[in-house]
T-cell receptor
Framework: RKEVEQDPGPFNVPEGATVAFNCTYS??????FFWYRQDCRKEPKLLMS???SGNEDGRFTAQLNRASQYISLLIRDSKLSDSATYLC????????????FGQGTELSVKP | DARVTQTPRHKVTEMGQEVTMRCQPI?????VFWYRQTMMQGLELLAY????????DSGMPKDRFSAEMPDATLATLKIQPSEPRDSAVYFC?????????????FGPGTRLTVL
C-alpha cells in the first residue's frame, strides 16, 4: 500500500464546475501537507499548503482531517487553465524535509 | 526570478552507457533533492543533501546510481551503466531549511531515454 493514495482520475469536468480531490495518507507521523500542481511535461509546483483549520486561496480550498488521515482539495468555478495533475504531498516528522508524493489526480476541464 | 536549472533537458543513450545529470539549485538554498518520475511509480525520492552532505539515499539503486554535490551550486546524479528501466524524468528540487515555508522548488527535469 502506498504511503499517499489518490484517485488517479481522470476527472473530466465542464468549465465552471466544482471538483473535489481526495487523498489519504498512512503515516500518522505526517507533519505537513501540500497540494502540488503538475502540468503536462512540466515540473511540479506548489499550489498550496494545507493547514489543520482548512485554508482557502481564491477558488481553491484545502481541508485536512488528521483523525481520518485524509486531505482534500476543492476547486470552484473551474477554468480551462486548471487542467493539470494535482499531487497530494505529505512531509513526515523528523525525516529531514523529505516529501512523499501521491500518484496524482488528473483533471481535464472542457469548454 | 530565481529557479532551479537542470542539464541536459533531454538525453537519449544506449544501454550500458554512463549518464550524468546536473542541477544548479536556487542560490542560497541548502537542501537539494533528486526525484525520478515514471508513469508506473509516480514521483520517487532518490536522494537528498543538506549543506552538501548526503542525508538519505535509500531510494537510489546503489549499484549503478551515485549522487554528489561537489559544491553548493552543483549537484550531480550519475548512472553507470544505464539500463532501459532507468528511462524516466529526473527532477532536481531545492529548498531552504531556514525559512518557515520550506517549499521545494523543482527544476524542469531531465527526460532520459535508455535504448
Amino acid at each position: 500500500r502506498k504511503e499517499v493514495e489518490q484517485d488517479p482520475g481522470p476527472f473530466n469536468v465542464p468549465e465552471g464546475a466544482t471538483v473535489a480531490f481526495n487523498c489519504t495518507y498512512s503515516n500518522s507521523a505526517s507533519q505537513s501537507f501540500f497540494w502540488y500542481r503538475q502540468d503536462c511535461r512540466k515540473e511540479p509546483k506548489l499550489l498550496m499548503s494545507v493547514y489543520s483549520s482548512g485554508n482557502e486561496d481564491g477558488r481553491f480550498t484545502a481541508q485536512l482531517n488528521r483523525a481520518s488521515q485524509y486531505i482534500s482539495l476543492l476547486i470552484r468555478d473551474s477554468k480551462l487553465s486548471d487542467s493539470a495533475t494535482y499531487l497530494c504531498v505529505v512531509k513526515v516528522y523528523n525525516q529531514g524535509g523529505k516529501l512523499i508524493f501521491g500518484q496524482g489526480t488528473e483533471l481535464s476541464v472542457k469548454p | 526570478d530565481a529557479r532551479v536549472t537542470q542539464t541536459p533537458r533531454h538525453k537519449v543513450t544506449e544501454m550500458g552507457q554512463e549518464v550524468t545529470m546536473r542541477c544548479q539549485p536556487i542560490l542560497g538554498h541548502n537542501t537539494v533533492f533528486w526525484y525520478r518520475q515514471t508513469m508506473m511509480q509516480g514521483l520517487e525520492l532518490l536522494a537528498y543533501f543538506r549543506n552538501r552532505a548526503p542525508l538519505d539515499d535509500s531510494g537510489m539503486p546503489k549499484d549503478r546510481f551515485s549522487a554528489e554535490m561537489p559544491d553548493a551550486t552543483l549537484a550531480t546524479l550519475k548512472i553507470q551503466p544505464s539500463e532501459p528501466r532507468d528511462s524516466a524524468v529526473y527532477f532536481c528540487a531545492s529548498s531552504s531549511r531556514d525559512t518557515s515555508t520550506d517549499t521545494q522548488y523543482f527544476g524542469p527535469g531531465t527526460r532520459l531515454t535508455v535504448l
